[in-house]
């Protein structure tokens, strides 16, 4: 799920393969963060949904077999590829980036699906605008950031309140990769919903799949939940 300002990072089209690979089966993606978007979107059938920053598409194909009708995204040519070959030739996919204005007409959308994406913009307020715009009166956003918790918790001497960029470095299926995000705390996020025009309806920090538990017996020994991202359903109003 993947989205960026600037080319030089992120660069999701050097190791789109990986990635997609490492997600099929991964606890942060196939076990937590697909699973737990699929339940906030709850009864898709016949609703119009656009996954905003699809990847190589397992949400898009999740969404799509409940009978949504999906149209997808993404910021990497290579991961639009891979979803197009994983989706059929057919799928409404197209290369787009959250940081500029989306090729989308007003009120397309019953639903905007974000997962993993509005995090390594360092300006939600033009991506949350567009979003809007392309959503009908009353439909949703369902979206999920990194927790901001975890900036605190990687850097106990950083400052909580403030909007940081910040880098990590992850290894996908062997492939490793930097990664870089701007941290906000929890209120900089929900002021920027209601300055875009959203009702904030839920704020979830769900537990994994259950059968995560039986995959991933060693890190979720004697946890409920953990915790990686934060997820919201907002409401346009």
Not at 106 to 119: E, R, Y
Request: glycine letters at 6%; proline letters at 7%; a negative charge.
């Amino acid at each position: 799920m993947t989205a960026t300002p600037e080319a030089a990072e992120n660069d999701y089209d050097s190791f789109a393969e990986a990635y997609a690979v490492e997600n099929e089966t991964s606890l942060n993606n196939a076990y937590y963060t697909k699973p737990a978007i699929v339940n906030l979107a709850g009864d898709v059938s016949g609703r119009r949904i656009l996954d905003a920053g699809c990847g190589s598409g397992p949400l898009f194909e999740a969404l799509r077999d409940r009978g949504a009708i999906v149209t997808g995204f993404d910021s990497s040519a290579k991961m639009v590829e891979l979803a197009r070959k994983r989706l059929g030739a057919d799928a409404a996919l197209q290369v787009a980036d959250m940081g500029s204005p989306l090729p989308f007409p007003d009120g397309a959308f019953d639903d905007v699906i974000s997962a993993l994406v509005l995090h390594y913009l360092e300006d939600w307020a033009a991506p949350l605008a567009e979003i809007r715009r392309v959503l009908k009166p009353g439909g949703r956003l369902i979206m999920a950031v990194n927790h901001p918790i975890i900036y605190k918790l990687l850097y106990p001497e950083a400052d909580y309140f403030k909007t940081i960029k910040w880098s990590d470095e992850c290894t996908f299926a062997g492939h490793k990769a930097v990664l870089t995000y701007w941290h906000r705390p929890l209120h900089a996020m929900t002021d920027a919903f209601t300055a875009a025009g959203f009702r904030t309806a839920v704020v979830s920090e769900p537990p994994p799949a259950p059968a995560a538990y039986e995959r991933f017996p060693d890190e979720l020994a004697g946890k409920t939940a953990f915790l990686s991202f934060l997820f919201f359903v907002l409401e346009a109003v």
